[in-house]
């Protein structure tokens, strides 16, 4: 985090890209500075050896089963210049808190989410990025050289975010039972979650389309799948394995364990219970900025928080590090 001469922290700007063109090759390119720390930052986290193996490893699973992203991720590991792209493209070590609703003011749905990873300088390097696909335009809160879409509002359509289960236990051991799920997926042919995101905001024209895909397209691995529309009810949850899928109806809230199906698995991320039950306290009456994002929804791992609104078109962004805000509150301008 940068601080001034008396230890405040210095708040950034959080960029705005418009990333219609290439996509993540356009983010990549127009913040070259954020996307190359991005990449300091990944490799510093998992090392040099995980970075060449896991690049090694996601190119050729995701090329094999010519995964739609694949070619996109391709051009911003060229854009790069070192080994890193492609393993941050297929990294899924975050937890997270949302809630969906009635907005408060009673015009729409709204979103509250919040991303933690810990991964140093997540935070600071966050971009909202306009994206484009047949169904029209969509705001992305995401990072330089990052192809899927783990949080993004699509004005007049929907907003929608990923959260991380548990991973499944199989043994009594972690780190075995993270091989044999890393195992499983390399079996899989079916697309991430962050990129079936991707794939639905870039064709589904309506809540109910998206709705639809996100219930019962395949999955590689097993998501959370928070959706937001237009109208005051239109909210779900999907809790997603590979194959089946439990929605949970407006108003709705997650953070990273299962709800309603019964999957043994490692807990993920910090205290998930307590978090989801502030977001469930907190979701129907906080007005909009970022009062509720406080502890353990707020913890030393908490990089992003979102707020967002698809029928008034609203997205309001915030960027943590650890030792709290580190950008300005981004608020997309109405005439987007």
Known sequence: MNTNSDQSPVLVDIPFVDATQFGALDVARAE????????????????????????????????????????????????????????LNMSYEWSCTTGAGPDPSGNGSRMLRTLDWPLDGLGETIVVAKFKGKAGSYFNVTWPGFSGVVTAMAPGRFSAAINQPPFRKWTRSCWVDWGINRGRLLTRKAPPPSHLLRHVFDTCATYDEAKELLTET??????????????????????????????????????????????????????????LVLMESTRDKISDGFDWVTDPILNETTRIAVVANAMEGKLVVRGYEKDGPVTRDYQLPARF
Do not use: M
């Open 218 to 275: 395949p999955l590689a691995i097993p998501a959370f799948f928070t959706l937001s529309g237009t109208a005051p009810n239109q909210a779900c949850l999907i809790e997603r394995e590979e194959n089946a899928a439990s929605v949970h109806e407006s108003p709705t809230s997650c953070a990273n364990h299962w709800l309603q199906r019964d999957v043994p698995g490692h807990g993920r991320g910090h205290q998930s219970t307590d978090r």
């Open 32 to 87: 070259a500075s954020r996307f190359q720390a991005i990449i300091t930052a990944g490799r510093e986290h998992y090392g040099s050896l995980a970075i060449g193996i896991g690049d090694f490893v996601s190119k050729t699973w995701l090329k094999r089963q010519n995964d739609a992203l694949a070619a996109e991720i391709d051009s911003v590991a060229q854009e790069a210049g070192r080994g890193g792209a492609w393993l």
